[in-house]
């Protein structure tokens, strides 16, 4: 008890601290980092030891930063909630000024930010990496089902917690789990938990009472054929119902029901299906913020608009972006924003130092790790931009293996806390000659 109050007191400490150094911030800098996710701060910290103390500010709103790959391990029960989240104070790099604010507008033709209580950011080079809204409002019923009824998603620290509680309290009936038609972010995690909750009743001597049914509003498991081919053969083997073309629309909480819109070009297309649920895990429907869909740097779809090879924005050469706030087509990871960064900090700084280097071009690759089960896990590496396989170990990561799973549950959420967020981890693509030498990669 006294060694957590001693911790919090030192965070707390150390948080006052870099607020404190926040109120008399400069109002202009070298570089604004709009995030301070994994995308951003990947490219802060290393910016920010290149360019020198307060030349890089990071406007990020949260005091909590959270490892977000590891959600599904919270909500299988396979890892503690404790050990997702650090301070923000404490990620963020010491050369960098912390903004403790949410963006609300950019203005790219004067180079400024507004931040929310209407102060202005001017600043010379600006990386957005704000990363994607979770739309809980985009279900109808769902806002006031979700952390009661049954009604949990992996999806948010503050309903992690309570799918592995609810998926303890089913008995029998349906377990419903789903995938939306929107853009999301790491597109495996609603299967996942899928799997997982499936090797859990088995444990508990209940799997015949229970129906475990993915429903994803996407014409495939996964999108990848190579790993789709996979994922299908886990579910059939262990009898998890694959519902194609079916997006949540309604949640029914009071009622434990759940109701599909048929998406596809079926005869039964546009028709809605309810189905009555014990438990429901609920992917949310993702979406740009606001002040990005409505400045002047988005595309159509509100996202920031870059060229996705060069990571440079379409129109205003001073902006780049990262990670699932970008138009980049490829799946939206951390594996993906790790292998972005490199390419990020290499041609912004060639732009800010004006050297005539050739420009680092972002391939698309990308990373879902499947978790099947406790020690199984496949391990889906490939290009979002061409679907090519770009795996880094010298096996077929396509298999279930429990090697695949230990790199995703142990090694990387190390690598993540001591050196993605620090900077200084590109991706796999350095190993990978090692790993995987007579791959053809």
Not at 53 to 63: F, L, Q, R
Not at 195 to 222: M, Q, S
């Amino acid at each position: 008890m006294l060694a957590a109050k001693f911790a919090t007191r030192t965070a707390c400490h150390r948080h006052w601290v870099r607020l404190s150094s926040t109120a008399a911030a400069p109002s202009s800098y070298k570089v604004v980092v709009i995030g301070g996710g994994a995308g951003g701060l990947a490219v802060s910290s290393t910016l920010s030891k290149q360019l020198g103390k307060n030349e890089v500010a990071v406007v990020e709103p949260s005091t909590i930063h959270y490892q977000q790959p590891l959600f599904t391990f919270v909500g299988g029960g396979l890892k503690s909630f404790e050990e997702t989240y650090r301070p923000t104070s404490e990620v963020i790099a010491p050369e960098a000024q912390w903004i403790n604010q949410a963006a609300a507008q950019i203005d790219p033709d004067s180079n400024t930010i507004t931040l929310a209580d209407g102060t202005k950011v001017a600043y010379e080079y600006l990386v957005v990496a704000a990363g994607i809204e979770l739309d809980f409002a985009g279900i109808k019923g769902l806002k006031s089902a979700i952390g009661k009824n049954g009604v949990a998603s992996n999806y948010s620290p503050q309903y992690v917690q309570k799918t592995f509680e609810f998926l303890q309290n089913v008995r029998e009936g349906n377990a419903l789990f789903t995938m939306p038609a929107t853009p999301v972010k790491c597109a495996g995690a609603p299967q996942k938990i899928a799997y997982l909750a499936e090797e859990l009743f088995r444990e508990k001597g209940i799997r015949d009472k229970v129906d475990v049914n993915y429903y994803t509003a996407l014409g495939k498991i996964f999108a990848i054929d190579k790993y789709a081919n996979a994922m299908n053969e886990v579910a059939r083997s262990r009898d998890i119902s694959v519902n194609l073309f079916h997006d949540l629309v309604e949640v029914d909480g009071a009622a434990k029901k759940a109701t599909f819109k048929v998406l596809g070009s079926s005869p039964q297309a546009g028709e809605t299906v309810t189905v009555p649920y014990e438990f429901l895990h609920v992917t949310p429907p993702m979406k740009p913020f606001d002040f990005i869909k409505n400045s002047a740097i988005s595309n159509a779809a509100g996202f920031v608009d870059v060229d996705k090879g060069t990571l440079q924005h379409t129109k205003y050469p001073n902006i780049y972006s990262i990670g699932d706030c970008s138009s980049l087509p490829t799946s939206k990871t951390a594996a993906a924003a790790a292998a972005q960064s490199s390419v990020l900090k290499h041609n912004l700084l060639n732009q800010i130092r004006g050297t005539n280097a050739p420009a680092a071009e972002y391939n698309g690759y990308t990373s879902c790790p499947l978790v099947t089960g406790k020690n199984k896990l496949v391990l889906a590496e490939f290009s979002g931009y061409t679907g090519a396989p770009h795996e880094t170990f010298f096996f077929d990561q396509a298999k279930e293996h429990a090697f695949s799973y230990w790199v995703t549950a142990e090694a990387l959420p190390a690598i993540y806390w001591r050196s993605m967020l620090k900077g200084t981890w590109d991706g796999p693509g350095t190993i990978r000659k090692f790993t995987n030498p007579i791959s053809a990669n």
